[in-house]
């Protein structure tokens, strides 16, 4: 059992409490989306023109805020980047895979969700989200076991994304790729030895599975999906960072898409 105070304790905390997020243009994407704050914190004396704007939108929220010291925010910060600025907030909720496809429905577009197979690493999750969001996906489904959650350290990485993107969480990985199979999705496995990703038709409903940091997409995942996407490398290392990749191959879905 983790003692409290301890670094696991406090983001255990922030998952299913309270969510610290720190630095300016997280703090102000999390304000632009309506998320509850239970405090804001500012540097006192810094009236830059973002310092500004994060007042601005507090005001316009009617969230409270306190200015207070470098020291303090140092002392109160997990990460040592605050930017002079963090904000407590309610902890980040997930959402279901039903908002996932709403959200498609409400912009009139074919579903695009990211998978993650296990994905470990906070820093590469919140990457990920953060490409989801910026890329027009409309959401990203990760495994209840054996994977990062939406930690404090992932809404920081995500530097905003999680206020705007739906991020649902599930027991049974496969059994979800099947669910989605029979609502009209193509599952498209990222693989190096799958085809060349520009030669596969991913212009349709499409979910982009992504595996785990060292071992890719488990075996029984990959049997469950349709088509498997390579990236094409020219150096002499063979790989990508599953957070890189996934980037990689969701802007080849978009331009497909775009083009059609």
């Not at 577009?109 to 990920?128: M, Q, R, S, T, V």
């Not at 027991?171 to 099947?178: A, F, P």
């Not at 999705?185 to 785990?212: E, F, Q, R, Y």
């Amino acid at each position: 059992m983790n003692k409290p105070g301890t670094k696991r304790n406090r983001e255990s905390e922030a998952q299913t409490e309270s969510a610290q997020i720190e630095g300016r243009r997280a703090v102000l994407e999390a304000l632009r989306a309506k998320r509850a704050f239970n405090r804001l914190y500012l540097l006192d004396g810094s009236h830059d023109a973002p310092m500004e704007t994060l007042r601005r939108e507090a005001k316009k929220n009617g969230v409270d805020v306190q200015y207070v010291t470098k020291e303090r925010l140092d002392q109160m910060s997990e990460r040592g980047h605050h930017q002079g600025v963090i904000a407590l907030c309610a902890a980040q909720a997930y959402a279901s895979v039903e908002d996932i496809f709403a959200r498609a429905e409400e912009r009139n577009e074919k579903p695009f969700i990211f998978l993650l197979d296990n994905i470990e690493d906070p820093h590469n999750l919140g990457a990920i989200i953060r490409t989801a969001c910026v890329c027009g996906a409309h959401g990203v489904i990760i495994p209840k076991n054996r994977a990062a959650g939406l930690t404090a350290t992932v809404e920081k990485a995500a530097a905003g994304a999680l206020s705007h993107l739906p991020v649902a969480r599930v027991t049974n990985l496969t059994q979800t790729i099947e669910t989605l199979k029979e609502r009209g999705l193509w599952m498209v496995c990222a693989d190096m030895d799958g085809k060349p990703m520009t030669s596969l038709d991913l212009k349709g409903a499409v979910g982009l599975v992504i595996g785990n940091e060292g071992s890719g997409v488990s075996p029984l995942v990959k049997q469950h999906c349709d088509l498997t996407a390579s990236i094409p490398v020219r150096g002499e290392i063979s790989s990508l960072n599953a957070s890189v990749a996934a980037g990689v191959l969701a802007y080849e879905i978009l331009r497909q898409r775009e083009a059609s």
